[in-house]
């Protein structure tokens, strides 16, 4: 294992800013990758995640403040010059990618929130972190924090489904593993979050040569398989066994014999919490061609990606703007394929193509994808190089390549199947990770002694940026969320205090939309506090204004009740029929005045003639969303 490393004490009358320093990059990093598995609000579910990108975000400032520190007495960045040509690629890649991103932003600002820098600041934060030389000592402190955040997760999962103890109040659980949500809010969001913590606990296990460590990482491990088994999750099983698999063939003639009972371990992981039923399930499903099933409709998404693609192969739709086009490149991707899509949970709207790769391409354009898997395509070369000639081992106190090279590896194979960039908990440990393997690679040199104060005031810009950012954007959701509930709790009130609740709702909402105005589902709720009110005209525009960022059957179904309500109530049947053939739950919520069964008649003769050409329905006045 690394060796860790001790914090030197500060001479009289020396500056305090190396100590400094020396104690906000660690903690910053414990911060931002371990304590967001332990916050928990229950307002609403996207409150919930931001919270979590909120607090990387807080941690990851910490740890650019302590690098800011650190640089006032000497560089804490290895010089260019001495990395590897990996090294070096992997890097020119990720900032001409990043470049494309901005470019894409600026194109797409009608649909682009700002405030989704956030979520891309933070981990480049963690990667800067992993290069430098403070954050590269901390890894043991870092990953062990990140192996008890895990273990604790996975023994919460496996309690609460298979115990019935600690379950989380308001969870709904359509199947059993929906039980599984730990403190993080989603059995799939779990389950990506325990890969990371779970290939450490392997590699320590597989390292350590006391039996007290022996039984101390066998019983981690073991809780954060019983953890994954819970959750059902079949894309962060398979990251896990990829990555333990690649490991053990670089070592095979050491490694063969934890690399047995690791799979045996899995095995009985997935065989006694319902994880391996699950997967005979959908290889039983592939094997007869049902691979919309098998995937859980991820075909939806895929072909949507591809829509948008196709439509803005050079720059794509937007960093962070995938849920905003979804709905015109989903309905273009069914007359394509001349068939009406359907989520099995009732569910209409993807924020992602459940692939990273595609998500990418669709969001930045090809180009961007491309430098990204470059990217992450050189630092592997470069870690695998190093892995098969045993360089990196030998460095006294540095994360072995290998280590790392498992890491990117279960990241991989995870973007493959689902979301892990869009992910607090499981982005955070990979951007550590790739910064701490651009480091690997790097030739010795004498250590830079002078100081480096434009990379202290870069710095310090950088994590105020973070810090602001991020308050600003979890603000604004909490806004919301308080809003929502409001909202909601105006059904039980009547005459003055209705009107009070609502009151009160629509300027929590005004708030947060003064903050994150391209929030669509705010202005959402904000049209909808203007409905309670009949004020039509303002409810209208509200909903509109919704509409123009991101369209959802949810906002076309209450445009229709504003227009009935209105004077042109003829033309609310065009935002019904939109609102059903989105999202068919919303068919049961008609109002009395709609016929119902025409209206559900019409959209079976739309699916009908899909196959012959014919078109998905559109909205009246030209309000139709384009791609």
């Known amino acids: 294992m690394p060796r860790k490393p001790s914090f030197r004490a500060v001479a009289p009358g020396a500056t305090m800013a190396p100590a400094l320093g020396e104690l906000f990059v660690p903690l910053g990093l414990v911060f931002s990758l371990a304590l967001s598995f332990f916050l928990w609000l229950a307002d609403s579910p996207e409150q919930l995640r931001d919270c979590k990108v909120a607090l990387q975000a807080l941690g990851a400032s910490a740890a650019l403040f302590g690098l800011a520190l650190a640089a006032r007495r000497r560089n804490p960045f290895p010089r260019w010059r001495t990395l590897s040509p990996f090294a070096r690629t992997g890097l020119a890649a990720l900032g001409s990618a990043l470049a494309l991103a901005l470019v894409s932003a600026f194109v797409n600002t009608s649909r682009v929130d700002p405030l989704t820098a956030v979520a891309v600041l933070a981990p480049l934060a963690l990667v800067a972190a992993g290069t430098s030389s403070p954050g590269a000592a901390a890894a043991p402190r870092v990953f062990g924090a990140l192996m008890i955040a895990g273990a604790a997760t ?160 050079l720059l794509g739709v937007g960093p962070g703007a995938f849920e905003n086009a979804f709905v015109p490149a989903r309905l273009r991707a069914e007359e394509r394929a001349g068939r009406r899509f359907h989520h099995d949970s009732g569910l209409a709207h993807f924020e992602n193509a459940h692939n990273e790769p595609l998500t990418l391409a669709a969001e930045n354009g090809l180009p961007a994808a491309a ?17 098969l000639k045993k360089t990196g081992e030998d460095r006294a106190g540095e994360v072995p390549p290998d280590t790392l090279l498992a890491l990117l590896t279960s990241f991989a194979v995870l973007s493959l199947a689902s979301f892990p960039l869009r992910l607090a908990l499981s982005v955070g440990p990979a951007a550590y990770a790739l910064g701490l393997a651009v480091r690997a690679g790097r030739r010795p040199a004498e250590e830079e002694k002078l100081a480096a104060p434009r990379i202290a005031a870069a710095l310090g810009l950088a994590a105020t940026l973070l810090l602001g950012t991020s308050a600003v954007r979890i603000a604004a959701v909490s806004l919301q969320a308080d809003g929502e509930l409001r909202l909601q709790a105006t059904s039980v009130f009547r005459g003055a205090a209705r009107s009070d609740m609502n009151d009160s709702a629509r300027r929590q909402i005004r708030r947060a939309l003064a903050l994150r105005p391209m929030s669509p589902t705010a202005w959402l709720a904000l049209g909808s506090t203007y409905r309670i009110d009949e004020d039509w005209e303002n409810a209208f525009l509200a909903y509109a204004r919704s509409l123009s960022i991101e369209e959802r059957g ?69 309000l139709t969303p384009k791609l």
């Open 154 to 313: 996975g023994l919460l999962a496996a309690a609460q489904r298979f115990l019935g103890i600690l379950r989380i109040i308001g969870i709904e659980a359509p199947e059993p593993r929906f039980r599984a949500v730990a403190l993080i809010g989603n059995p799939g969001d779990v389950g990506a979050a325990l890969v990371a913590p779970t290939l450490l606990l392997w590699l320590s296990l597989a390292s350590a040569r006391s039996v007290r460590a022996r039984l101390l990482f066998g019983t981690g491990l073991l809780s954060t398989l019983v953890g994954l088994g819970a959750t059902e999750s079949i894309a962060p099983l398979g990251a896990v066994a990829a990555a333990v698999l690649i490991h053990t063939l670089l070592d095979l003639r050491r490694r063969w014999l934890p690399f047995v009972g690791t799979a045996l371990l899995l095995v009985a992981a997935a065989v006694g919490t319902g994880a391996g039923r699950r997967i005979l399930t959908k290889a039983e499903q592939l094997r007869s061609g049902k691979v919309a099933r098998a995937s859980t409709q991820r075909d939806i998404g895929f072909l949507s990606a591809l829509e948008m693609i196709r439509a803005r192969p």
């Open 371 to 387: 430098l990204s898997l470059l990217l992450l395509g050189a630092v592997a070369a470069g870690l695998l190089g190093a892995s």
């Open 554 to 622: 949810e906002t076309d179904f209450n445009l229709g009740l504003v227009v009935l309500a209105g004077k042109q109530p003829e033309k609310s049947v065009a935002f019904f029929l939109r609102g059903v053939w989105l999202l068919p739950a919303l068919a049961e919520m008609l109002p009395p005045a709609v016929d119902r069964a025409a209206l559900v008649r019409s959209i079976d003769e739309a699916a009908a003639a899909l196959p012959k050409g014919g078109r998905t329905p559109d909205l009246p006045d030209g």
